[in-house]
């Protein structure tokens, strides 16, 4: 044969090249089925198990309230019974259940108001606070109450306070004017349980001031 007879170049063309493709490999029916479906199935039981999870997540309860800590007040009342140049206020003898969570003395003697502010969780978890301070009674009261009018009187332990309510903020308020202090009790409570920690403060005796060095 000749170069250029056309089974000449064929023929090289198969040697030369590269080799023809695996003819695929026969498989029956069961196995064809067991290759085709596994992924599905894996695919569909982890759709089952997320779908689990979620389910579980929206049906479990959280709390929607927020834990607050326990404060120790107790030095916050040493150093008011010496820095407060007026006679001081501090709950005694309040049910367990009562748990303070914020305490909080401002001010400076001599150079403006002293003010002290008790923070508690009510048995009821509601809010109640007792704020005290010398600043001038109408601001203070304002300020505490967010109200400027009163709308009613409750006695508590032999003693007349005044009744103070905020409607859009549920904020019910106790009001004691004496002549060197004023006394709010205010929170989102009852005006029973405010009554409660208004009944409750004892009048503490001044702390001695002890005198500067003599000039010499």
Known sequence: MSVGDPETVTDRTTHAGTAPAPEPT??????????TTGLGGFT???????????VIVLITPRSQKETLPTVDYAPHTRALLISAPYTSYVPQGLPARWRPTSSRLTGERGKEPVAWHLGFVTPTDEYAALEQSDERPEVFVARMTNRNQRVGAQQIAGASWDQYFREDKKQRSLVRRLPDVTLVVTGTASYDELAVLAGSLRPQPKAAVSPGPSPT
Do not use: N
């Open 26 to 35: 026969p498989v029956s029916p069961a196995v064809y089925k067991r290759l």
């Open 44 to 54: 569909m039981a982890m759709l089952a198990c997320l779908t689990l999870v979620g």
